[in-house]
Protein backbone atom coordinates (compact mmCIF):
# COMPACT_ATOMS: atom_id res chain seq x y z
CA UNK A 1 0.00 0.00 0.00
CA UNK A 2 1.02 3.59 -1.08
CA UNK A 3 -0.61 6.24 1.21
CA UNK A 4 0.93 9.03 -1.69
CA UNK A 5 -0.66 7.36 -4.85
CA UNK A 6 -4.48 7.85 -5.62
CA UNK A 7 -6.44 4.39 -4.78
CA UNK A 8 -4.63 3.88 -1.21
CA UNK A 9 -7.88 4.09 0.45
CA UNK A 10 -9.39 1.22 -1.61
CA UNK A 11 -6.49 -0.79 -1.08
CA UNK A 12 -6.35 -0.01 2.74
CA UNK A 13 -9.55 -1.63 3.01
CA UNK A 14 -8.84 -5.02 0.72
CA UNK A 15 -6.21 -5.33 3.21
CA UNK A 16 -8.31 -4.38 6.51
CA UNK A 17 -11.13 -6.87 5.66
CA UNK A 18 -8.89 -9.40 4.35
CA UNK A 19 -7.22 -9.40 7.71
CA UNK A 20 -8.09 -10.97 10.76
CA UNK A 21 -6.68 -7.93 12.72
CA UNK A 22 -9.36 -6.54 15.57
CA UNK A 23 -9.65 -5.13 19.01
CA UNK A 24 -11.35 -5.44 21.70
CA UNK A 25 -12.05 -2.09 23.32
CA UNK A 26 -11.12 1.14 22.58
CA UNK A 27 -8.45 0.83 24.74
CA UNK A 28 -6.72 -2.14 23.17
CA UNK A 29 -6.68 0.06 19.97
CA UNK A 30 -4.93 3.20 22.15
CA UNK A 31 -2.22 1.14 23.49
CA UNK A 32 -1.52 -0.26 19.68
CA UNK A 33 -1.61 3.74 18.31
CA UNK A 34 1.00 4.79 21.59
CA UNK A 35 3.09 2.22 20.54
CA UNK A 36 3.47 3.74 16.47
CA UNK A 37 3.75 6.90 17.81
CA UNK A 38 0.28 7.90 16.32
CA UNK A 39 -1.35 8.73 19.75
CA UNK A 40 1.17 11.48 20.68
CA UNK A 41 1.60 13.29 17.44
CA UNK A 42 4.76 11.11 16.55
CA UNK A 43 4.58 9.40 12.96
CA UNK A 44 7.35 6.20 13.72
CA UNK A 45 5.27 3.13 12.01
CA UNK A 46 2.17 1.97 11.15
CA UNK A 47 0.01 -0.76 12.67
CA UNK A 48 1.56 -4.25 11.62
CA UNK A 49 -1.12 -5.64 9.77
CA UNK A 50 -0.45 -3.34 7.16
CA UNK A 51 2.55 -4.90 4.47
CA UNK A 52 5.16 -3.12 3.98
CA UNK A 53 6.19 -2.70 0.13
CA UNK A 54 8.53 0.30 0.32
CA UNK A 55 9.96 2.16 3.42
CA UNK A 56 6.77 4.69 4.54
CA UNK A 57 7.97 8.61 5.28
CA UNK A 58 6.51 10.04 7.91
CA UNK A 59 3.11 11.63 6.23
CA UNK A 60 2.93 7.88 4.85
CA UNK A 61 2.66 6.48 8.38
CA UNK A 62 0.47 8.95 9.53
CA UNK A 63 -2.14 8.59 6.97
CA UNK A 64 -2.53 4.89 7.53
CA UNK A 65 -2.65 5.05 11.02
CA UNK A 66 -4.92 7.62 10.84
CA UNK A 67 -7.54 6.06 8.88
CA UNK A 68 -6.62 2.60 11.00
CA UNK A 69 -7.59 4.49 14.14
CA UNK A 70 -11.08 5.74 12.40
CA UNK A 71 -11.91 2.53 11.17
CA UNK A 72 -11.33 0.20 14.09
CA UNK A 73 -12.85 2.79 16.50
CA UNK A 74 -15.83 2.48 13.86
CA UNK A 75 -16.08 -1.15 14.00
CA UNK A 76 -15.41 -1.31 17.71
CA UNK A 77 -18.96 1.23 18.28
CA UNK A 78 -20.89 -0.72 15.75
CA UNK A 79 -19.70 -4.21 15.00
CA UNK A 80 -19.71 -3.80 11.72
CA UNK A 81 -16.53 -4.49 9.21
CA UNK A 82 -18.55 -3.14 6.26
CA UNK A 83 -15.60 -0.73 4.55
CA UNK A 84 -18.56 1.32 2.24
CA UNK A 85 -20.88 1.83 5.16
CA UNK A 86 -17.35 3.29 7.13
CA UNK A 87 -16.14 5.45 4.39
CA UNK A 88 -20.21 6.82 3.90
CA UNK A 89 -20.02 7.17 8.20
CA UNK A 90 -16.57 9.05 7.89
CA UNK A 91 -17.13 11.01 5.70
CA UNK A 92 -20.36 12.45 6.84
CA UNK A 93 -18.23 13.10 9.90
CA UNK A 94 -16.00 15.09 7.92
CA UNK A 95 -18.83 17.01 6.61
CA UNK A 96 -19.92 17.86 10.23
CA UNK A 97 -16.76 19.00 10.91
CA UNK A 98 -17.03 21.66 8.39
CA UNK A 99 -13.73 20.39 7.17
CA UNK A 100 -13.21 20.12 3.31
CA UNK A 101 -10.96 19.90 0.36
CA UNK A 102 -10.55 22.91 -2.35
CA UNK A 103 -13.04 22.61 -5.42
CA UNK A 104 -9.93 21.70 -7.82
CA UNK A 105 -9.36 18.60 -5.66
CA UNK A 106 -12.94 17.38 -6.10
CA UNK A 107 -13.18 18.19 -9.64
CA UNK A 108 -10.02 15.91 -10.36
CA UNK A 109 -10.76 13.15 -7.78
CA UNK A 110 -14.72 12.32 -9.07
CA UNK A 111 -17.72 11.99 -6.98
CA UNK A 112 -16.30 7.98 -5.75
CA UNK A 113 -16.68 8.12 -1.42
CA UNK A 114 -13.00 6.60 -0.93
CA UNK A 115 -11.66 9.60 -3.19
CA UNK A 116 -12.99 12.37 -1.03
CA UNK A 117 -11.92 10.09 2.18
CA UNK A 118 -8.52 10.34 0.19
CA UNK A 119 -8.43 13.77 -0.17
CA UNK A 120 -9.93 14.78 3.40
CA UNK A 121 -7.06 12.31 4.83
CA UNK A 122 -4.70 14.53 3.13
CA UNK A 123 -5.75 17.99 4.11
CA UNK A 124 -6.08 16.41 7.96
CA UNK A 125 -2.21 15.78 7.43
CA UNK A 126 -0.57 17.98 6.34
CA UNK A 127 -0.34 21.25 8.41
CA UNK A 128 0.50 23.67 4.79
CA UNK A 129 0.15 22.53 1.41
CA UNK A 130 3.10 24.18 -0.60
CA UNK A 131 6.13 23.31 -1.42
CA UNK A 132 8.46 25.64 0.70
CA UNK A 133 6.89 24.72 3.97
CA UNK A 134 7.43 21.34 2.96
CA UNK A 135 11.10 21.96 2.01
CA UNK A 136 12.09 24.39 5.23
CA UNK A 137 9.24 23.50 7.62
CA UNK A 138 10.49 22.11 11.26
CA UNK A 139 7.56 19.11 10.22
CA UNK A 140 4.74 19.21 7.77
CA UNK A 141 2.65 16.55 9.75
CA UNK A 142 -0.17 16.94 12.06
CA UNK A 143 0.83 16.47 15.89
CA UNK A 144 -2.80 16.54 16.64
CA UNK A 145 -4.04 13.72 14.61
CA UNK A 146 -5.66 11.66 17.57
CA UNK A 147 -8.13 14.43 18.03
CA UNK A 148 -9.93 13.27 15.02
CA UNK A 149 -10.14 9.79 16.55
CA UNK A 150 -11.54 10.81 20.21
CA UNK A 151 -14.52 13.43 18.63
CA UNK A 152 -15.13 10.76 15.68
CA UNK A 153 -16.09 8.41 18.37
CA UNK A 154 -18.10 11.19 20.16
CA UNK A 155 -19.67 11.50 16.37
CA UNK A 156 -20.51 7.12 16.76
CA UNK A 157 -21.90 8.28 20.22
CA UNK A 158 -23.90 11.70 19.36
CA UNK A 159 -23.87 13.44 15.87
CA UNK A 160 -25.06 16.44 17.45
CA UNK A 161 -22.80 19.40 18.24
CA UNK A 162 -19.69 17.78 17.21
CA UNK A 163 -17.90 20.67 16.26
CA UNK A 164 -18.29 22.29 19.97
CA UNK A 165 -17.04 19.26 21.33
CA UNK A 166 -14.07 19.61 19.28
CA UNK A 167 -13.15 22.78 19.90
CA UNK A 168 -13.55 22.18 23.64
CA UNK A 169 -11.07 19.25 23.64
CA UNK A 170 -8.62 21.06 21.09
CA UNK A 171 -8.76 23.82 24.31
CA UNK A 172 -7.93 21.74 26.88
CA UNK A 173 -5.23 20.21 25.02
CA UNK A 174 -3.34 23.50 23.93
CA UNK A 175 -3.92 24.37 27.69
CA UNK A 176 -2.40 21.69 29.20
CA UNK A 177 0.81 21.66 26.85
CA UNK A 178 1.26 25.47 27.49
CA UNK A 179 0.70 25.22 31.16
CA UNK A 180 3.52 21.94 31.03
CA UNK A 181 5.87 24.12 29.06
CA UNK A 182 5.78 27.14 31.12
CA UNK A 183 6.33 24.70 34.68
CA UNK A 184 9.53 23.85 33.19
CA UNK A 185 13.15 24.95 32.64
CA UNK A 186 12.97 26.39 29.32
CA UNK A 187 14.56 23.97 26.83
CA UNK A 188 15.82 23.96 23.53
CA UNK A 189 13.00 21.51 21.90
CA UNK A 190 9.98 23.22 23.84
CA UNK A 191 9.63 26.43 21.03
CA UNK A 192 10.15 23.98 18.17
CA UNK A 193 7.32 21.69 19.98
CA UNK A 194 4.70 24.14 21.46
CA UNK A 195 4.99 25.73 17.45
CA UNK A 196 4.27 22.43 16.58
CA UNK A 197 1.22 22.05 18.67
CA UNK A 198 -0.06 25.34 18.13
CA UNK A 199 0.32 25.03 13.90
CA UNK A 200 -1.78 21.77 14.37
CA UNK A 201 -4.74 22.88 15.92
CA UNK A 202 -8.08 22.54 13.81
CA UNK A 203 -11.24 23.25 15.58
CA UNK A 204 -10.25 26.22 18.19
CA UNK A 205 -11.48 30.26 16.16
CA UNK A 206 -8.55 31.98 14.70
CA UNK A 207 -9.31 35.03 17.17
CA UNK A 208 -9.84 32.98 20.15
CA UNK A 209 -7.92 33.36 23.43
CA UNK A 210 -6.18 29.81 23.82
CA UNK A 211 -4.82 30.28 27.12
CA UNK A 212 -6.48 31.07 30.42
CA UNK A 213 -6.07 30.34 34.32
CA UNK A 214 -9.88 28.60 34.13
CA UNK A 215 -9.33 25.31 32.09
CA UNK A 216 -9.04 23.62 35.27
CA UNK A 217 -12.64 23.96 35.69
CA UNK A 218 -13.80 22.27 32.57
CA UNK A 219 -11.46 19.43 33.16
CA UNK A 220 -13.17 17.96 35.96
CA UNK A 221 -16.15 14.96 35.11
CA UNK A 222 -16.07 16.41 31.43
CA UNK A 223 -14.41 13.65 29.90
CA UNK A 224 -14.25 9.96 29.50
CA UNK A 225 -11.28 7.74 30.97
CA UNK A 226 -9.83 7.32 27.06
CA UNK A 227 -9.65 11.13 26.44
CA UNK A 228 -8.02 11.75 30.21
CA UNK A 229 -5.99 8.65 29.44
CA UNK A 230 -4.91 10.84 26.09
CA UNK A 231 -4.65 14.12 28.37
CA UNK A 232 -2.11 12.75 30.86
CA UNK A 233 -0.06 11.13 27.78
CA UNK A 234 -0.04 13.99 25.73
CA UNK A 235 1.41 15.70 29.61
CA UNK A 236 3.99 13.07 29.76
CA UNK A 237 5.21 14.01 25.83
CA UNK A 238 5.35 17.35 26.60
CA UNK A 239 7.45 16.98 29.66
CA UNK A 240 9.92 14.52 28.47
CA UNK A 241 10.57 15.95 25.11
CA UNK A 242 13.79 16.97 26.37
CA UNK A 243 14.16 13.70 28.08
CA UNK A 244 14.19 14.42 31.36
CA UNK A 245 11.43 15.44 34.14
CA UNK A 246 12.54 18.00 36.77
CA UNK A 247 10.84 18.66 40.16
CA UNK A 248 8.78 21.89 38.61
CA UNK A 249 7.45 19.65 35.93
CA UNK A 250 6.97 16.56 38.04
CA UNK A 251 4.93 18.77 40.59
CA UNK A 252 2.85 20.07 37.72
CA UNK A 253 1.89 16.78 36.21
CA UNK A 254 0.91 14.78 38.89
CA UNK A 255 -0.70 17.80 40.54
CA UNK A 256 -3.04 17.95 37.77
CA UNK A 257 -3.58 14.03 37.65
CA UNK A 258 -6.32 15.14 40.16
CA UNK A 259 -8.36 16.61 37.86
CA UNK A 260 -8.08 13.92 35.27
CA UNK A 261 -9.40 11.70 37.93
CA UNK A 262 -5.96 9.39 38.09
CA UNK A 263 -4.07 8.23 40.46
CA UNK A 264 -0.10 8.48 41.54
CA UNK A 265 0.21 5.07 40.17
CA UNK A 266 -1.24 5.67 36.89
CA UNK A 267 1.14 9.08 36.22
CA UNK A 268 3.75 6.96 37.17
CA UNK A 269 2.78 3.94 34.36
CA UNK A 270 2.19 6.94 31.49
CA UNK A 271 5.63 8.41 32.48
CA UNK A 272 7.67 5.14 32.30
CA UNK A 273 5.42 4.23 29.32
CA UNK A 274 6.48 8.13 27.39
CA UNK A 275 10.20 7.49 28.72
CA UNK A 276 10.69 3.90 27.15
CA UNK A 277 9.32 5.31 23.66
CA UNK A 278 11.81 8.42 23.91
CA UNK A 279 14.32 6.47 24.82
CA UNK A 280 13.57 4.12 21.69
CA UNK A 281 12.98 6.48 19.29
CA UNK A 282 14.56 9.90 19.86
CA UNK A 283 16.99 9.25 17.21
CA UNK A 284 13.41 9.09 14.72
CA UNK A 285 11.87 12.26 15.93
CA UNK A 286 11.68 14.75 13.92
CA UNK A 287 11.35 17.70 16.55
CA UNK A 288 13.95 16.61 18.33
CA UNK A 289 16.62 17.48 15.59
CA UNK A 290 18.91 20.29 15.08
CA UNK A 291 18.89 21.67 11.88
CA UNK A 292 19.34 25.10 10.68
CA UNK A 293 17.99 25.28 6.94
CA UNK A 294 20.38 24.94 4.67
CA UNK A 295 20.66 21.46 6.15
CA UNK A 296 17.08 20.79 6.05
CA UNK A 297 16.62 21.75 2.78
CA UNK A 298 19.20 19.64 1.84
CA UNK A 299 17.90 16.45 4.03
CA UNK A 300 14.63 16.84 2.63
CA UNK A 301 15.43 17.37 -1.02
CA UNK A 302 17.86 13.95 -0.80
CA UNK A 303 15.15 12.07 0.96
CA UNK A 304 13.08 12.83 -1.64
CA UNK A 305 15.20 11.70 -4.41
CA UNK A 306 16.18 9.07 -2.70
CA UNK A 307 12.38 8.18 -2.26
CA UNK A 308 11.97 8.28 -5.79
CA UNK A 309 15.06 6.02 -7.08
CA UNK A 310 14.92 3.43 -4.27
CA UNK A 311 10.64 2.70 -4.96
CA UNK A 312 11.08 3.26 -8.95
CA UNK A 313 14.02 1.00 -9.21
CA UNK A 314 12.61 -1.63 -7.58
CA UNK A 315 9.30 -1.50 -9.58
CA UNK A 316 11.70 -1.60 -13.10
CA UNK A 317 13.31 -4.74 -11.63
CA UNK A 318 10.03 -6.23 -10.89
CA UNK A 319 8.83 -5.25 -14.43
CA UNK A 320 11.71 -6.56 -15.82
CA UNK A 321 11.14 -9.97 -13.54
CA UNK A 322 7.72 -10.59 -15.23
CA UNK A 323 8.88 -9.86 -18.42
CA UNK A 324 11.31 -12.73 -18.11
CA UNK A 325 8.19 -14.96 -17.21
CA UNK A 326 6.63 -13.53 -20.47
CA UNK A 327 9.26 -14.65 -22.50
CA UNK A 328 9.24 -18.31 -21.37
CA UNK A 329 5.55 -18.57 -21.88
CA UNK A 330 6.25 -17.35 -25.10
CA UNK A 331 8.62 -19.91 -25.76
CA UNK A 332 6.37 -22.68 -24.28
CA UNK A 333 3.73 -21.26 -26.89
CA UNK A 334 5.87 -22.83 -29.70
CA UNK A 335 5.70 -26.30 -28.56
CA UNK A 336 2.34 -26.89 -26.63
CA UNK A 337 -1.10 -25.06 -25.88
CA UNK A 338 -0.73 -22.40 -22.86
CA UNK A 339 -3.77 -23.07 -19.67
CA UNK A 340 -6.02 -20.44 -19.43
CA UNK A 341 -3.97 -18.86 -16.12
CA UNK A 342 -1.05 -18.93 -18.68
CA UNK A 343 -2.54 -17.35 -21.18
CA UNK A 344 -4.17 -14.67 -19.07
CA UNK A 345 -0.39 -13.93 -17.73
CA UNK A 346 0.82 -13.61 -21.44
CA UNK A 347 -2.27 -10.67 -21.84
CA UNK A 348 -1.61 -8.89 -18.34
CA UNK A 349 2.65 -8.64 -18.81
CA UNK A 350 2.26 -7.34 -22.40
CA UNK A 351 -0.03 -5.14 -21.73
CA UNK A 352 2.19 -3.72 -18.90
CA UNK A 353 5.24 -3.76 -21.50
CA UNK A 354 3.12 -1.12 -23.37
CA UNK A 355 2.05 0.54 -20.48
CA UNK A 356 5.63 1.22 -19.37
CA UNK A 357 6.92 2.72 -22.70
CA UNK A 358 4.57 6.05 -22.22
CA UNK A 359 5.39 6.04 -18.04
CA UNK A 360 8.88 5.40 -18.72
CA UNK A 361 9.35 8.23 -21.02
CA UNK A 362 7.22 10.50 -18.94
CA UNK A 363 9.34 9.61 -16.18
CA UNK A 364 13.06 10.34 -17.64
CA UNK A 365 11.77 13.59 -18.68
CA UNK A 366 13.34 16.46 -17.19
CA UNK A 367 10.63 17.15 -13.77
CA UNK A 368 9.31 13.99 -15.23
CA UNK A 369 8.81 12.81 -11.31
CA UNK A 370 6.01 15.35 -10.97
CA UNK A 371 4.98 14.99 -13.77
CA UNK A 372 3.59 11.48 -13.60
CA UNK A 373 1.71 11.72 -10.87
CA UNK A 374 -0.50 14.09 -12.41
CA UNK A 375 -0.60 11.87 -15.73
CA UNK A 376 -1.29 8.85 -13.74
CA UNK A 377 -4.75 11.02 -12.03
CA UNK A 378 -5.51 12.20 -15.46
CA UNK A 379 -5.34 8.63 -16.83
CA UNK A 380 -6.11 6.10 -14.89
CA UNK A 381 -4.50 2.96 -15.82
CA UNK A 382 -1.23 4.41 -17.24
CA UNK A 383 0.85 2.68 -14.86
CA UNK A 384 2.57 -0.51 -15.44
CA UNK A 385 1.31 -3.11 -12.44
CA UNK A 386 4.50 -2.88 -10.75
CA UNK A 387 4.19 0.36 -10.64
CA UNK A 388 0.63 0.47 -9.05
CA UNK A 389 1.22 -0.31 -5.03
CA UNK A 390 -2.78 0.16 -4.33
CA UNK A 391 -4.23 -2.17 -7.18
CA UNK A 392 -6.23 -4.74 -5.75
CA UNK A 393 -5.51 -8.35 -7.65
Known amino acids: MNPSSSGWIDKFGHLVTQSNMTYSSFSSLYVALCETGFAYGIHIKWLEFIPITHTPTEDEIAKANLISALYFTYVIAYNDRNYKNFITKVNYFYDALGINSSFLEKLLSGSKPSNKLELLIRSRVFLEDNLINKTFGTSVTNTLLFVDVLVFKQFLKKEDDIRNYAEELEYILINLIHHTLNSKQQQKYDERLSYLFIASLSFLKDDAHHFDSNYRDKLIDKFSPNEYQFLMDIICVTAWEDLTLDYKESEFVFGISKDLNMSKNEVENSLEKIAIFFKENASKIPHLKDHNLV??????????????????????????????????????????????????????????????????AIFILPGGAILLPIFVKLIPKLLPSSFDENRIE
Open 295 to 360: EKFYENSTKFANKLILRNSKRIQKELSESKELVALISKSTITTLSVEEKRKVQNQLLDIFKSIPSL
